[in-house]
Protein backbone atom coordinates (compact mmCIF):
# COMPACT_ATOMS: atom_id res chain seq x y z
CA UNK A 1 0.00 0.00 0.00
CA UNK A 2 2.46 2.17 1.08
CA UNK A 3 4.77 1.46 -1.90
CA UNK A 4 1.61 2.26 -4.23
CA UNK A 5 0.91 5.60 -2.81
CA UNK A 6 4.67 6.65 -3.14
CA UNK A 7 4.43 5.27 -6.61
CA UNK A 8 1.24 7.32 -7.29
CA UNK A 9 3.06 10.48 -5.88
CA UNK A 10 6.27 9.83 -7.94
CA UNK A 11 4.01 9.73 -10.88
CA UNK A 12 1.80 12.95 -10.40
CA UNK A 13 4.92 14.74 -9.26
CA UNK A 14 6.46 13.80 -12.70
CA UNK A 15 3.69 14.57 -14.81
CA UNK A 16 2.99 17.98 -12.98
CA UNK A 17 6.44 18.63 -13.47
CA UNK A 18 6.32 18.35 -17.35
CA UNK A 19 3.39 20.08 -17.69
CA UNK A 20 4.99 23.13 -16.17
CA UNK A 21 8.14 23.46 -18.04
CA UNK A 22 8.79 23.36 -22.07
CA UNK A 23 11.18 21.03 -23.32
CA UNK A 24 13.51 20.57 -25.90
CA UNK A 25 14.57 17.34 -28.16
CA UNK A 26 17.41 15.76 -26.12
CA UNK A 27 20.45 16.04 -27.40
CA UNK A 28 22.35 13.27 -29.29
CA UNK A 29 25.86 13.24 -26.95
CA UNK A 30 28.43 13.51 -29.54
CA UNK A 31 31.74 10.96 -29.93
CA UNK A 32 34.25 12.97 -29.35
CA UNK A 33 37.84 11.34 -30.08
CA UNK A 34 40.41 11.24 -27.04
CA UNK A 35 43.50 11.02 -27.72
CA UNK A 36 45.18 7.63 -27.69
CA UNK A 37 46.11 7.19 -23.65
CA UNK A 38 44.06 10.05 -22.33
CA UNK A 39 41.44 8.30 -20.66
CA UNK A 40 37.53 7.43 -21.68
CA UNK A 41 35.82 9.77 -23.11
CA UNK A 42 32.95 11.51 -20.57
CA UNK A 43 29.61 11.74 -21.38
CA UNK A 44 27.82 13.81 -18.58
CA UNK A 45 24.45 13.28 -17.80
CA UNK A 46 21.68 15.35 -16.15
CA UNK A 47 18.45 14.35 -15.07
CA UNK A 48 15.97 16.69 -13.43
CA UNK A 49 12.58 16.47 -11.61
CA UNK A 50 10.94 16.10 -14.86
CA UNK A 51 11.72 12.44 -15.36
CA UNK A 52 14.18 13.20 -18.14
CA UNK A 53 17.74 12.78 -19.52
CA UNK A 54 19.19 15.63 -20.87
CA UNK A 55 20.96 12.89 -23.04
CA UNK A 56 18.65 10.55 -24.96
CA UNK A 57 21.37 8.90 -27.58
CA UNK A 58 25.21 7.97 -26.95
CA UNK A 59 27.06 7.28 -29.94
CA UNK A 60 30.55 4.53 -29.67
CA UNK A 61 32.67 2.84 -31.16
CA UNK A 62 33.20 -0.91 -30.43
CA UNK A 63 35.86 -1.47 -27.58
CA UNK A 64 35.53 2.58 -27.04
CA UNK A 65 36.15 3.25 -23.47
CA UNK A 66 33.00 5.69 -22.06
CA UNK A 67 33.25 7.09 -18.57
CA UNK A 68 29.23 8.54 -18.34
CA UNK A 69 28.54 11.08 -15.27
CA UNK A 70 24.94 11.41 -14.05
CA UNK A 71 23.93 14.30 -12.13
CA UNK A 72 20.72 14.57 -10.41
CA UNK A 73 19.82 18.26 -10.81
CA UNK A 74 16.76 18.03 -9.45
CA UNK A 75 15.57 19.59 -5.42
CA UNK A 76 13.21 16.88 -4.66
CA UNK A 77 14.10 13.92 -1.99
CA UNK A 78 15.79 10.60 -3.28
CA UNK A 79 13.10 8.56 -1.71
CA UNK A 80 10.22 10.10 -3.92
CA UNK A 81 12.62 11.35 -7.23
CA UNK A 82 15.79 9.32 -6.83
CA UNK A 83 17.82 8.40 -10.43
CA UNK A 84 19.62 6.40 -11.45
CA UNK A 85 21.86 4.94 -15.07
CA UNK A 86 21.19 1.58 -16.18
CA UNK A 87 22.82 0.10 -19.43
CA UNK A 88 21.67 -3.25 -21.12
CA UNK A 89 23.02 -5.85 -23.08
CA UNK A 90 21.52 -5.07 -26.84
CA UNK A 91 18.47 -7.26 -26.93
CA UNK A 92 17.52 -7.16 -23.21
CA UNK A 93 13.75 -5.97 -22.37
CA UNK A 94 14.33 -2.38 -20.55
CA UNK A 95 10.37 -1.92 -19.56
CA UNK A 96 10.47 -5.46 -18.23
CA UNK A 97 14.09 -4.59 -16.15
CA UNK A 98 11.84 -1.33 -14.87
CA UNK A 99 8.65 -3.46 -14.15
CA UNK A 100 10.70 -5.67 -11.84
CA UNK A 101 12.63 -2.78 -10.41
CA UNK A 102 9.69 -1.46 -8.78
CA UNK A 103 10.16 -4.30 -6.11
CA UNK A 104 13.76 -3.96 -5.57
CA UNK A 105 14.01 -0.99 -3.37
CA UNK A 106 16.60 -2.55 -1.07
CA UNK A 107 19.27 -3.44 -3.85
CA UNK A 108 18.66 0.63 -5.10
CA UNK A 109 15.73 -0.61 -7.79
CA UNK A 110 18.27 -2.88 -9.42
CA UNK A 111 16.65 -6.39 -9.40
CA UNK A 112 18.99 -9.27 -8.33
CA UNK A 113 17.98 -11.75 -10.65
CA UNK A 114 18.34 -9.62 -13.50
CA UNK A 115 21.53 -8.41 -12.88
CA UNK A 116 23.17 -10.14 -15.64
CA UNK A 117 21.23 -7.74 -18.45
CA UNK A 118 23.38 -4.89 -16.93
CA UNK A 119 26.47 -3.94 -18.91
CA UNK A 120 26.85 -0.72 -16.55
CA UNK A 121 24.82 1.57 -14.04
CA UNK A 122 25.33 4.20 -11.43
CA UNK A 123 23.47 4.05 -8.20
CA UNK A 124 20.73 5.98 -7.36
CA UNK A 125 21.47 9.83 -6.71
CA UNK A 126 19.40 12.06 -4.67
CA UNK A 127 19.08 15.90 -5.40
CA UNK A 128 22.04 17.80 -6.21
CA UNK A 129 24.22 14.59 -6.49
CA UNK A 130 26.91 13.27 -9.50
CA UNK A 131 27.61 9.90 -9.92
CA UNK A 132 29.92 7.93 -12.39
CA UNK A 133 30.67 4.71 -13.85
CA UNK A 134 33.26 3.64 -16.83
CA UNK A 135 33.10 1.04 -18.90
CA UNK A 136 34.35 -0.70 -21.96
CA UNK A 137 31.84 -0.61 -25.05
CA UNK A 138 30.39 -3.87 -26.07
CA UNK A 139 32.16 -5.21 -29.35
CA UNK A 140 28.67 -5.39 -31.34
CA UNK A 141 27.66 -3.32 -33.09
CA UNK A 142 23.91 -2.47 -32.25
CA UNK A 143 21.29 -0.39 -30.27
CA UNK A 144 22.10 -0.71 -25.95
CA UNK A 145 19.05 0.33 -23.91
CA UNK A 146 19.59 2.91 -21.32
CA UNK A 147 17.35 4.06 -18.15
CA UNK A 148 15.98 4.96 -15.00
CA UNK A 149 14.97 2.09 -13.09
CA UNK A 150 13.13 4.23 -10.11
CA UNK A 151 9.78 3.14 -10.07
CA UNK A 152 7.88 4.85 -13.08
CA UNK A 153 10.48 6.79 -14.83
CA UNK A 154 10.64 5.06 -17.92
CA UNK A 155 7.39 4.73 -18.55
CA UNK A 156 7.37 8.41 -18.42
CA UNK A 157 10.50 8.56 -20.82
CA UNK A 158 13.66 8.23 -18.27
CA UNK A 159 15.45 6.85 -21.53
CA UNK A 160 17.41 6.37 -24.09
CA UNK A 161 20.23 4.58 -26.43
CA UNK A 162 23.62 3.53 -26.45
CA UNK A 163 24.74 3.38 -30.63
CA UNK A 164 27.44 0.80 -31.32
CA UNK A 165 28.78 1.43 -35.12
Not at 69 to 93: F, R, Y
Not at 131 to 142: C, L, N, R, S
Request: charged letters at 15%.
Amino acid sequence: MKSNLILSLVVAAGLFAGCSKSENAPAAAAPAAAAPGSGPRVVNIQASDTMKYDVASIEAKPGEEIKVVLTNAGTQPKEVMGHNWVLLKAGSDPAAFAAAAVNAKDTGYIPAALQDQIIAHIDQLGPKQSGDVTFKVPDAPGEYPFFCSFPAHYMVGMKGVLVVK
